[in-house]
């Protein structure tokens, strides 16, 4: 199934100080690249996005948001499909704000200043409150801490075909060699461009595509055994290891926390 653009809807305003789109992106569908004259957040309550800069592309999780400064040209899109909230802030109201795109984690109450602020969007409210609701999620925004990496992304073929091969089933073991086979590229030039367009090698990225999708899997409610076979690991124990390894915590811990910090708003 080829991506499919997403033609924005016409009469589109400046926000004054904050508008959040609400929009549901299908599966393989995207906003071509455009850039706007005000900051934007990206964001979604539910799935996957994917997300374009002329520096880099990668893509995140629920728990993770992207801020776009003014003026830069992006592209954002979804493999799996995903529950699109876009936040637009005036230039003037972002002035405090990074000067560069900037990953970072979503705490439990910018998540839900944002599902309300999407409530209060285009309702008469006389007493202020939709003003305060605009200035907490730009003091949020403030306090955010940046992240220091999420899951790179390639923005060709035939690095996009096995890259969404490989989200979509992450078990799948196929050699660099039967890679390129399949690619009808030779192991070493997958193995250049890879380097090249991704910033690390296959096998790097393969180990963080199942870190990634772990987290995704785990905050969607499923089980540490069942995440384990999902991702393809021998045993439960060894996704468990795997995981303190790269997170400092085990699958449980995280689970524990991560519905906690849910419940908290």
């Not at 609400?22 to 799935?47: D, K, N």
């Not at 209060?120 to 801490?145: F, S, T, W």
Request: neutral net charge; aromatic residues 8%; contains cysteine.
């Amino acid at each position: 199934m080829l991506w499919q653009p997403i033609t924005a809807p016409p009469g589109l305003r400046p926000p004054q100080p904050i508008t959040v789109r609400a929009q549901s992106i299908p599966a393989r569908h995207y906003f071509p690249e455009h850039s706007h004259t005000w900051h934007q957040l990206v964001y979604a309550i539910s799935g996957v996005l994917t997300v374009y800069t002329e520096a880099e592309s990668f893509v995140i999780t629920p728990d993770q948001a992207v801020w776009l400064p003014t003026g830069v040209v992006h592209r954002v899109g979804s493999l799996l499909g995903a529950a699109f909230r876009s936040l637009w802030i005036a230039d003037e109201a972002g002035a405090k704000l990074p000067k560069v795109p900037t990953l970072f984690m979503m705490s439990p109450l910018l998540q839900a200043l944002i599902v309300e602020a999407t409530e209060l969007e285009g309702k008469p409210e006389g007493d202020g409150y939709p003003d305060r609701v605009a200035a907490l999620i730009l003091d949020q925004l403030v306090r955010v801490q940046p992240l220091r990496s999420a899951l790179p992304w390639p923005r060709n073929a035939p690095l996009t075909v096995l890259c969404e091969a490989l989200y979509l089933d992450p078990a799948d073991d196929r050699s660099p060699e039967e890679w390129g086979v399949a690619l009808n590229i030779s192991p070493r030039t997958l193995a250049r461009r890879f380097n090249t367009e991704v910033g690390m090698s296959l096998r790097s990225w393969k180990r963080r595509l199942r870190l990634f999708r772990s987290i995704e899997l785990l905050g969607g409610g499923l089980g540490v055994t069942q995440v384990a076979m999902e991702l393809g690991y021998g045993s439960t124990s060894a996704f468990v290891y795997a995981f303190r390894i790269e997170m400092g915590i085990s699958p449980q811990a995280y689970t524990r926390r991560h519905v906690m910090a849910s419940a908290s708003p």
